[in-house]
């Protein structure tokens, strides 16, 4: 019996039977006995997405996650009908909506195989406490089904038998398995026989995700608020389910500019101006490249944004020109919390204009963070993004800062529970007026953005960088983004491997981790390892808390330093590969790390792996974890690799033994790639590119390999001028044939490459360019100077 001062407890609820149902272009609508509605829209043959609305009143249709940019459209669309279901088809895809209670299954329309089907399917519980209900869907998960994907999640690649929780969290010396932490993004893969597909629950609300953990074939994911709203995106490889994805939530607006591919040294914090200097004149007295220094948190006056701590900082438009001349851009922190200080102009502006977050029954969200009391600027409301976009014209107009550094943006607060605002605060979030508990995810992501308007203005006409702590889906549009305060340990040295990997599937693949961990201090060999994964993740920075010692490259002996300038280097000569995988990202969406399973997914030895992965689209890294190493036991994906220290061949599909000293790391060249490189530079931009190296591997048969650049800043390559070489190599028992296909209008500054033949199977009798015969004694070390021009080479 219910009382009547108790709430009713309805439980779950579900969809009853349909009884309506109409189409309109390219969405049909359904309606059930008990006014639940069902909004399908395909989006492309290969996506469709769901949304549900328990009253049959769905919410204004708005997404921070989705892009204007995103590609609609489709080949096929049929709708047909049995006694039983509907029937959706495209060119792609088969969804089956049952008749009697809106369960979707979904087949591959080529062979009719099972993707995924819905368990007990979207059901629901009415909140009274804070209205609307709590969303929820099951699946049935299929017969040896692995899933990936959820952004930052410290844990291994493969998410299976595990739950989340979605709710970006400031996470100070997290560790392996804590959830949640800085990140959210509510997208993951499932594979099963082969093939694979993803689902984006684009709400942002605190939400969950469990696979096979409750129940061993269900999969489920549910959110505290809004509504079942959720993408399904056909691969069936996961490489197009990740660009499908970051097609849906945008790839990053433009490439960021060549420097900031660069190696960065920062720490917590360096000051004095004369402290900044040793540090950067060091690095160029040891001769290390670096291109960019960061200037954290005491730059300013009392932790005020946008101020400087002149005592420390007397001149900073002198310094940062006098570190811009030795090649060093300079990259500042801002935080959100605006210090409570009526003589602060920051402060009086944003109250003044009513800029800053308020509780529900009135006052100021204030809250405690470095700079003492604070309040909030509310960055969900398009004024506010735009007055803060405003604020960095005097850093980088006037001071010439090139890059901001946002954290802190979860928001995070210090001493009180849950670490962030509490959820009755209110927000704009674009006029549609909400709780925290909806624009929690997405603050951090809107202040990105904010952020990254002021840059764009003010740098222009070069390229913008911003990097921050806090994401949601679609914040790769925007800026690039470390993991985070992790610790100088092993296990994370692992789990940084596994992050970078990770986010690299879910869409965002700028990202990197503190090297060397951010709390406590490595020895020399964790954070010589450490560099040496470092110098593979798109974004690479070594940062650390600075209580902890030093963590520069010369932090650890001269030994140490030699090692790590050697992979600092490399990473300079692979800048022009890592900038074609870069532009491959922004361009398709092709995530620039691939753990194996993404690298081929056919091969099952892939699906539990974590260590390996390939870097852009040809090598392959593995990290050694471990200390003492000599070398480790790692997995070759199929088909025939180069040593890179020493060319000899290895077979792949299958585990092996590699050497790997300290000075060393198990690296490998996929067989027919030709790796383009630079000389090594100090910074980039130091050296005219005088030549192009080609680091062409013979192989038997073809492969195709991309070199893009362009001018490495502005913006002029959105015009058409970048210069992109297709190559294509086929290598035959005696012959080995090089053909060059070039696009776009950019005209690179060397004429000739320096083509280096590696693995050359014969000896070379006759060499052909564009059929005219070359004599053969150009040939020196297997290295051969030619005309940037030529269409096709025949080394015979
Ligand atoms: C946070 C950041 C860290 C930064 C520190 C001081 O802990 O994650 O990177 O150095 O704040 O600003």
């Known amino acids: 019996m219910i009382l009547n001062t108790e709430l009713e407890y309805k439980g779950n609820l579900f969809p009853s039977k349909i009884v309506f149902y109409k189409k309109h272009v390219d969405t049909l609508y359904f309606k059930s006995e008990n006014n639940v509605a069902l909004q399908v829209t395909v989006q492309r043959d290969s996506v469709l997405r769901f949304r549900f609305a328990t009253v049959s009143i769905f919410e204004k249709d708005f997404s921070y996650a989705i892009t204007k940019y995103a590609s609609k459209g489709y080949n096929l669309l049929e709708i047909e009908e049995d006694p039983t279901k509907y029937i959706i088809t495209t060119s792609k895809l088969i969804c089956h909506i049952s008749k009697i209670d809106m369960r979707t299954a979904i087949f591959d329309a080529l062979d009719n195989t099972l993707i995924c089907e819905d368990e007990l399917g979207f059901h629901w519980e009415e909140s009274y406490e804070n209205g609307g209900d709590i969303v929820k869907m099951s699946k049935v998960s299929q017969e040896g089904e692995s899933f990936y994907g959820l952004g930052d999640k410290p844990v291994d690649i493969n998410l299976k038998g595990k739950r989340f929780e979605n709710w970006v969290t400031d996470s100070f010396a997290f560790g392996r398995e804590t959830d949640p932490i800085y990140k959210a993004i509510p997208f993951y893969i499932g594979l099963h026989h082969k093939k694979a597909y993803g689902i984006f629950f684009d709400n942002t609300f605190r939400s969950f995700f469990d696979f096979c953990h409750e129940r061993r074939n269900i999969t489920s994911f549910w959110a505290q608020g809004g509504e079942m709203n959720y993408y399904f995106i056909y691969g069936p490889n996961i490489s197009d389910v990740v660009s499908n994805y970051t097609d849906l939530t945008g790839k990053p607006h433009q490439l960021p500019p060549l420097w900031a591919l660069g190696f960065h040294q920062c720490k917590w914090s360096y000051y004095p101006e004369s402290k900044v200097k040793e540090v950067t004149n060091k690095f160029r007295k040891l001769q290390i490249p670096c291109d960019a220094i960061y200037l954290d948190i005491d730059y300013m006056d009392g932790f005020r944004c946008f101020t400087w701590n002149k005592e420390y900082f007397p001149d900073p438009k002198r310094m940062v020109k006098e570190l811009a001349d030795d090649g060093f851009k300079t990259i500042v922190i801002i935080d959100p919390g605006i210090k ?75 001493d009180v529970p849950g670490k962030t605002f509490p959820n009755d605060v209110r927000h704009n979030y674009e006029g549609e007026r909400c709780s925290h508990r909806k624009a929690h995810n997405v603050y951090g992501m809107q202040m990105a953005r904010a952020t990254y308007q002021g840059l764009k203005k003010f740098s222009y006409p070069k390229r913008p960088f911003v990097i921050t702590r806090a994401a949601y889906s679609g914040t790769q549009r925007y800026s690039s983004t470390w993991m985070g305060d992790n610790v100088a340990t092993w296990d994370h040295l692992a789990i940084a491997n596994n992050q970078a990997q990770r986010m690299c599937m879910s869409g965002f693949s700028f990202a990197g981790s503190d090297i060397g961990g951010f709390a406590e201090q490595p020895n020399g060999e964790l954070f010589v390892r450490w560099i040496q994964l470092g110098i593979f993740h798109p974004f690479c920075r070594v940062h650390s808390s600075g209580d902890h010692g030093d963590q520069e490259p010369w932090a650890f002996g001269k030994s140490m330093t030699d090692i790590v300038r050697k992979f600092i280097e490399i990473r300079y000569q692979l800048l022009p590969y890592l900038y074609t995988a870069f532009w491959r990202y922004a361009d398709e969406g092709i995530p620039m790390l691939k753990s194996l399973v993404l690298y081929d997914q056919e091969d099952r030895h892939t699906h539990f792996r974590n260590d390996e992965f390939v870097f852009g689209e040809k090598i392959l890294v593995c990290p050694i974890l471990e200390p003492n190493a000599k070398g480790r036991r790692m997995f070759f994906p199929k088909g025939e690799w180069y040593n890179f220290w020493n060319n000899e061949i290895v077979n792949g599909g299958e585990e092996k033994w590699v050497d790997a000293d300290i000075d060393s790391l198990p690296i490998f060249v996929k067989a027919g790639a030709i790796i383009p490189k630079y000389p090594i530079q100090q910074y980039v931009g130091e050296k005219e590119i005088e030549q192009l190296k080609l680091d062409v591997y013979f192989k038997l048969g073809k492969e195709k390999s991309q070199v893009y650049e362009d001018a490495h800043d502005g913006y002029d390559y959105k015009k058409g001028r970048y210069s992109l070489r297709n190559f294509t190599l086929e290598g035959k028992e005696t012959s080995l044939t090089i053909q060059q296909y070039k696009s776009g209008k950019f005209i690179t500054p060397y004429e000739t490459f320096e083509i280096k033949l590696n693995g050359l199977p014969f000896k070379v009798n006759s060499i052909k360019i564009d059929n005219e015969l070359v004599q053969i004694d150009k040939i020196k070390n297997n290295s051969f100077i030619v005309s940037k021009e030529f269409s096709t080479i025949i080394f015979q």
Do not use: H, Q
């Open 340 to 414: 409570i200080d009526n003589d602060y102009s920051v402060y009086k502006e944003g109250l003044e204009k009513d800029y800053f977050c308020k509780r529900a029954d009135g006052p100021y969200m204030k809250g405690k963070v470095w700079p003492g009391e604070c309040y909030f600027p509310d960055f969900t409301n398009p004024e506010v993004r735009e007055w803060w976009s405003d604020l960095f014209r005097e850093l980088v107009e006037d001071i010439g800062v090139k890059g901001v550094w946002n954290d802190m943006n979860e928001p995070a607060i210090m």
